[in-house]
T-cell receptor, first 114, second 117 residues
Framework: DQQVKQNSPSLSVQEGRISILNCDYTNSMFDYFLWYKKYPAEGPTFLISISSIKDKNEDGRFTVFLNKSAKHLSLHIVPSQPGDSAVYFCAASHGSGNTGKLIFGQGTTLQVKP | DADVTQTPRNRITKTGKRIMLECSQTKGHDRMYWYRQDPGLGLRLIYYSFDVKDINKGEISDGYSVSRQAQAKFSLSLESAIPNQTALYFC????????????????FGPGTRLTVL
């Protein structure tokens, strides 16, 4: 049972335009969400996160939106740059008990064309 | 130098062989994790350790074992490798600062690509 789903395996956008990556989850106990970016031959690196008590978090060109009622989050990249081309994973955690475990989605491959 | 290192980076082995993947970290974190990544499935947790004496199974631990030799070292073993264990394996660490409404950010190594023939 996939608790965190990224239903779009790939996304292609033009440089300078907005990239929107989507993520859905099923477990209402998740209280923190993270996005990781992964380049080929490298491990995932932390990008941005959001607590479930917020609906938006912004860091430079990256903004994450959370819609708790829909159990949906999205990552917006504006403007998109060729260096943003990578695989993006969303992940969720359930903080109660501080288990530290993250549940990852399948990943979305973003290609930004010059 | 990288904070989280994995050896080897690539390994090809045969069915039935025993293989060990090693992970070392210089971040001083207590928590360490092993994941595998398969196409279309994302990252799935194999084992995790909150300190040297605390080892826990993840969602896909069958066929794997781990050893936490020290705070900085966490090894993953495949006692008898099989072809469906062909995957990309990642080690990760975290400092254990998470809680309700606060994540325990994990930091990943570069990965080991394992092929079992």
């Amino acid at each position: 049972d996939q608790q965190v789903k990224q239903n779009s395996p790939s996304l292609s956008v033009q440089e300078g335009r907005i990239s929107i990556l989507n993520c859905d989850y099923t477990n209402s106990m998740f209280d923190y969400f993270l996005w990781y970016k992964k380049y080929p031959a490298e491990g995932p690196t932390f990008l941005i996160s959001i607590s479930s008590i917020k609906d938006k978090n912004e860091d430079g060109r990256f903004t994450v939106f959370l819609n708790k009622s829909a159990k949906h989050l999205s990552l917006h990249i504006v403007p998109s740059q060729p260096g943003d081309s990578a695989v993006y994973f969303c992940a969720a955690s359930h903080g109660s008990g501080n288990t530290g475990k993250l549940i990852f989605g399948q990943g979305t491959t973003l290609q930004v064309k010059p | 130098d990288a904070d989280v290192t994995q050896t080897p980076r690539n390994r090809i082995t045969k069915t039935g062989k025993r293989i060990m993947l090693e992970c070392s970290q210089t971040k001083g974190h207590d928590r360490m994790y092993w994941y595998r990544q398969d196409p279309g499935l994302g990252l799935r947790l194999i084992y995790y350790s909150f300190d040297v004496k605390d080892i826990n199974k993840g969602e896909i631990s069958d066929g794997y074992s781990v050893s936490r030799q020290a705070q900085a070292k966490f090894s993953l073993s495949l006692e008898s490798a099989i072809p469906n264990q062909t995957a990309l394996y990642f080690c990760a660490t975290s400092e254990g600062s998470g809680g309700v409404f606060r994540a325990d950010t994990q930091y990943f190594g570069p990965g080991t690509r394992l092929t079992v023939l």
